[in-house]
C-alpha cells in the first residue's frame, strides 16, 4: 500500500508561481512512475505531467508545456510539480498519483493522494 500526501496549494495571481509536493510513503518509490493530474470544477480529470521509470523521461499536458516542471527526488520519496507563469485556467484540484510496474506504459495509476487546491486569480 502507497499513501500519497500532496502539499504546496494556494492562492497566487496570474503569472505567479507554486510548487507542489507529492510525499510518498513506502520503500519502494523509486519503482513507480508518478504522475500529476488536476480537476477543475464541472470538469473531468486530466493529466499534467508523469515522470516515467523508462529512460526517467518526462510528459506534459500540451497546456501547461514549458510552464510546469515535474521532478523527483527518490531519497525523499517525494515527487514536485513547479508550475510557473500560472493561468486562471491552471485553477484546479491538483493530484498526485503513482503507477507500479505492472502498470507501465499504461494510463492506469494505482494510488492517488487526496489532492491540494490550486486558485490562480486574474
Known amino acids: 500500500q502507497v499513501q500519497l500526501v500532496e502539499s504546496g496549494g494556494g492562492l497566487v495571481q496570474a503569472g505567479g508561481s507554486l510548487r507542489l509536493s507529492c510525499a510518498a510513503s513506502g520503500r519502494t518509490f523509486s519503482s513507480y512512475a508518478m504522475g500529476w493530474f488536476r480537476q477543475a470544477p464541472g470538469k473531468e480529470r486530466e493529466f499534467v505531467a508523469t515522470?516515467?521509470?523508462?529512460?526517467?523521461?518526462?510528459y506534459y499536458a500540451d497546456s501547461v508545456k514549458g510552464r510546469f516542471t515535474i521532478a523527483r527526488d527518490n531519497a525523499k520519496n517525494t515527487v514536485y510539480l513547479q508550475m510557473n507563469s500560472l493561468k486562471p485556467e491552471d485553477t484546479a484540484v491538483y493530484y498526485c498519483?503513482?503507477?507500479?510496474?505492472?502498470?507501465?506504459?499504461?494510463?492506469?495509476?494505482?494510488?492517488w493522494g487526496q489532492g491540494t487546491q490550486v486558485t490562480v486569480s486574474s
Open positions: 498519483a503513482a503507477q507500479t510496474p505492472r502498470y507501465s506504459g499504461s494510463s492506469y495509476y494505482d494510488y
Open positions: 515522470f516515467s521509470l523508462s529512460g526517467g523521461r518526462t
